[in-house]
């Protein structure tokens, strides 16, 4: 197969299973053919993961220049000996346009992809419950909300006849005390018999002790126009607390729970002075400098990038090097990082 002719897929296949060799001299082979079908992006991953793990310096250099033809993405490789990945002499290599964050990319790099901390997956746990717990307590109160909003809003208030009152034959057995009343809605004609409907509800001790001794004939009550069946008295009772105490439990699970998130936020935040962003690699297209009004000289780079998604970007950066003379500015195809947060957030260290 000549190097112009695309690869077939049986050849494509063979060469995957080759970058696995032992042998050096095939895995370049390999990358040799897989070089002719650099458009599909899973090839490209493969490159990127053999530059970076590759312990052959004519391996990543043969990786290396099938890369730099499709835009800079990564420096070329310098000689090393024993099984070392580029990470470990990138920072060294590269030429930073502010020498002072030199100590930032060594922390970067020395630290690695870190996986998150033990204490933010726990938290993250816990909110996750805690969202749960709010979830659950709210769709246990939020029926009995409904109902109290539309008899407060709808709602048309009467007098109920008392028709009767229960407690529980032990106090201490912890059963509710009820009251049941009667109440008729005006008939629409003196024609028609008034529509009777019945009510009963949960009270309070206090408030049944009340009924018993004072009999009154009738209690006010609250019921719906449209659906007089849905009633209630217009008094405080045991449901009202405990829909009160289930929405207090669910607002203060998902307050709780908001707590949560910010912390296992702060806990995920890089250490003062890291770098908050993915540390690419690029190179530079041409520097020069140039006399300030005050006498400091002022160093502008132009350089290359591939952003994570494979899209190549160029752009500018300048900065006050006045320890630069210009026998030392850095040649065009010099390495460089970037830290990348987005297309348009980033900057050359």
């Given at each position: 197969?000549s190097?112009?002719?695309?690869?077939?897929?049986?050849?494509?296949l063979?060469?995957?299973?080759?970058?696995?060799?032992?042998?050096?001299?095939?895995?370049?082979?390999?990358?040799?053919?897989?070089?002719?079908?650099?458009?599909?992006?899973?090839?490209?991953?493969?490159?990127?993961?053999?530059?970076?793990?590759?312990?052959?310096?004519?391996?990543?250099?043969a990786?290396?220049?099938?890369?730099?033809?499709?835009?800079?993405?990564?420096?070329?490789?310098?000689?090393?000996?024993?099984?070392?990945?580029?990470?470990?002499?990138?920072?060294?290599?590269?030429?930073?346009?502010?020498?002072?964050?030199?100590?930032?990319?060594?922390?970067?790099?020395?630290?690695?992809?870190?996986?998150?901390?033990?204490?933010?997956?726990?938290?993250?746990?816990?909110?996750?419950?805690?969202?749960?717990?709010?979830?659950?307590?709210?769709?246990?109160?939020?029926?009995?909300?409904?109902?109290?909003?539309?008899?407060?809003?709808?709602?048309?208030?009467?007098?109920?006849?008392?028709?009767?009152?229960?407690?529980?034959?032990?106090?201490?057995?912890?059963?509710?005390?009820?009251?049941?009343?009667?109440?008729r809605?005006?008939?629409?004609?003196?024609?028609?018999n008034a529509?009777?409907?019945?009510?009963?509800?949960?009270?309070?001790?206090?408030?049944?002790?009340?009924?018993?001794?004072?009999?009154?004939?009738?209690?006010?009550?609250?019921?719906?126009?449209?659906?007089?069946?849905?009633?209630?008295?217009?008094?405080?009772?045991p449901?009202?607390?405990?829909?009160?105490?289930?929405?207090?439990l669910?607002?203060?699970?998902?307050?709780?729970?908001?707590?949560?998130?910010?912390?296992?936020?702060?806990?995920?935040l890089?250490?003062?002075?890291?770098?908050?962003?993915?540390?690419?690699?690029?190179?530079?297209?041409?520097?020069?400098?140039?006399?300030?009004?005050?006498?400091?000289?002022r160093?502008?780079?132009?350089?290359?990038?591939?952003?994570?998604?494979?899209?190549?970007?160029?752009?500018?950066?300048?900065?006050?090097?006045?320890?630069?003379?210009?026998?030392?500015?850095?040649?065009?195809?010099?390495?460089?990082?970037?830290?990348?947060?987005?297309?348009?957030?980033?900057?050359?260290?």
């Open positions: 197969m190097d112009a002719a695309s690869p077939t897929s049986a050849d494509v063979k060469s995957l299973k080759l970058l696995r060799s032992g042998n050096a001299d095939e895995r370049r082979q390999a990358i040799e053919v897989l070089s002719h079908v650099t458009d599909d992006p899973r090839v490209l991953q493969v490159f990127d993961y053999l530059y970076q793990t590759d312990p052959d310096p004519g391996v990543r250099e990786i290396w220049q099938v890369l730099s033809r499709r835009g800079p993405s990564v420096p070329a490789p310098s000689p090393r000996t024993g099984r070392q990945t580029p990470r470990t002499s990138t920072p060294g290599a590269a030429f930073l346009l502010n020498p002072a964050n030199r100590a930032r990319v060594r922390q970067h790099w020395s630290q690695g992809a870190a996986p998150a901390p033990r204490g933010s997956r726990a938290l993250s746990l816990l909110m996750g419950l805690l969202l749960l717990a709010a979830g659950f307590l709210s769709g246990l109160a939020a029926p009995a909300w409904i109902d109290w909003f539309r008899l407060r809003q709808n709602g048309i208030a009467a007098q109920a006849d008392l028709i009767g009152l229960s407690a529980p034959v032990a106090p201490e057995s912890g059963g509710s005390h009820t009251v049941a009343y009667r109440f809605l005006p008939p629409a004609s003196e024609a028609e529509p009777e409907f019945f009510g009963e509800q949960r009270i309070s001790a206090d408030l049944h002790d009340w009924l018993a001794e004072t009999r009154p004939p009738t209690v006010p009550i609250i019921y719906l126009r449209d659906d007089p069946a849905r009633s209630r008295l217009d008094a405080m009772t449901d009202d607390t405990r829909r009160e105490r289930l929405a207090i669910a607002g203060g699970a998902a307050a709780i729970a908001l707590l949560v998130g910010v912390l296992n936020w702060i806990v995920r890089p250490g003062r002075g890291a770098l908050r962003g993915r540390l690419l690699r690029g190179q530079i297209v041409a520097a020069q400098t140039r006399l300030e009004p005050d006498g400091k000289r160093l502008t780079v132009r350089f290359r990038f591939l952003t994570p998604a494979r899209r190549p970007i160029t752009s500018e950066a300048s900065r006050l090097r006045s320890d630069l003379l210009p026998g030392d500015l850095p040649q065009p195809g010099t390495p460089v990082l970037i830290e990348y947060h987005t297309d348009r957030r980033f900057r050359l260290l």
